[in-house]
């Protein structure tokens, strides 16, 4: 996705990982999306429009775009940054209200959303901004990284995904002016997690181990 993509140009865009080739997959009028996607449930690409408090879905070559929700949860605005599915199509969503304020008002959420129904449940809130959202290998818990205080928390979610059962802070990034970003977890459950304000990719295990730096 491209975020500061103009309304001409396309916002989703596809890589071919062989010949390295970006090809536009879908654009709009007003969107602002920041995270795409696919869900389990229906195979469909799904999109978080920040600005816009939406979460769009289209088809894998942009055809068909559907709002998925749009509105407040519990009486606010949620400002959806990235997403993350759990293997029956429902969707976490990292919500950094408070991204434009002192870290320490502490207004953001992670919210989930039923793949049927839309129903939005906070699962937590009153968070410095949380950016990235990945469920571990086994789906069993949450990887969150704070963007308002460069951490990344682990949740451990119930049976049925509905409620945090426990959490902790797992691990911190000394980052200075650079804030952590999107992540994604691999087959082994190391996390990728992608800083905002330096090109590089940190990588650490489960445990915390800084494995490696891409950059």
């Not at 071919?16 to 995270?35: F, N």
């Not at 999109?47 to 816009?52: A, P, V």
């Not at 009486?75 to 293997?87: R, S, W, Y």
Request: glycine residues 10%; hydrophobic residues 35%; without cysteine.
């Amino acid at each position: 996705v491209d975020v500061t993509a103009p309304e001409d140009e396309p916002k989703v865009l596809s890589l071919d990982t062989d010949s390295a080739e970006l090809s536009g997959v879908y654009t709009d009028e007003s969107g602002a999306y920041t995270s795409a996607q696919f869900s389990p449930h229906d195979d469909r690409l799904y999109l978080t429009d920040f600005g816009g408090g939406r979460v769009v879905s289209v088809t894998p070559d942009g055809e068909d775009p559907e709002v998925f929700f749009s509105g407040e949860v519990e009486g606010e605005q949620m400002f959806p940054d990235d997403l993350a599915f759990d293997e029956e199509g429902n969707m976490y969503i990292s919500d950094m209200a408070g991204f434009d304020e002192p870290a320490w008002e502490e207004k953001g959420r992670v919210v989930r959303l039923d793949h049927e129904s839309a129903e939005a449940t906070v699962l937590a809130d009153e968070l410095p901004p949380p950016n990235g959202i990945s469920f571990t290998e086994d789906f069993a818990g949450l990887w969150v990284g704070l963007y308002g205080a460069n951490r990344i928390d682990h949740y451990e979610l119930d049976g049925d995904g509905t409620e945090v059962v426990s959490s902790h802070a797992a691990i911190h990034h000394d980052g200075g002016t650079s804030r952590i970003d999107s992540i994604a977890v691999d087959a082994d459950g190391n996390l990728y997690q992608a800083i905002h304000g330096e090109p590089a990719m940190y990588v650490y295990s489960s445990l915390g181990e800084h494995l490696a730096t891409v950059r």
